[in-house]
């Protein structure tokens, strides 16, 4: 899940950097070692075990009445669902924008950069 997203970001170019909103009363250091406690404390990291739905292409030896399904074949290929499981930080998403919104609320604003650009 995470890989995914780090492939996009390294594909496309694309990065960030606080910059400040007028002339914040906190330094970025300041503001960011505030929020970051403050997001941690009122967000935690919280790991769970997750679990999701996947299919994969299984080969099954065919039987002897199969011959509709194999014909002339010994094995065959059948999608089958599988459960995954997986452990994620069921917190991530909402420490995070806790951290953004405190930023904004100490004068910072986080710029995102594309190929040189700024957005």
């Known amino acids: 899940m995470f890989l995914p997203l780090i492939s996009i970001v390294l594909i496309t170019g694309c990065s960030s950097k606080w910059e400040p909103k007028g002339v914040p009363d906190y330094t970025l250091q300041e503001a960011k070692l505030i929020c970051d406690l403050d997001a941690n404390t009122r967000y935690p990291i919280r790991k769970e075990v997750l679990q999701h739905t996947v299919y994969r292409d299984v080969e099954k030896t065919c039987r002897k009445d ?6 002339d074949k010994k094995t065959y290929t059948e999608r ?9 930080d069921i917190n991530q998403e909402d420490r995070k924008t806790f951290y953004t919104s405190c930023m904004s609320l100490k004068g910072w604003e986080q710029k995102i ?3 040189g650009n700024k957005q």
């Open 80 to 88: 089958v669902p599988m459960t995954e499981s997986y452990v994620a």
């Open 66 to 71: 199969d011959k509709e399904r194999c014909g």
């Open 113 to 115: 950069t594309t190929f």
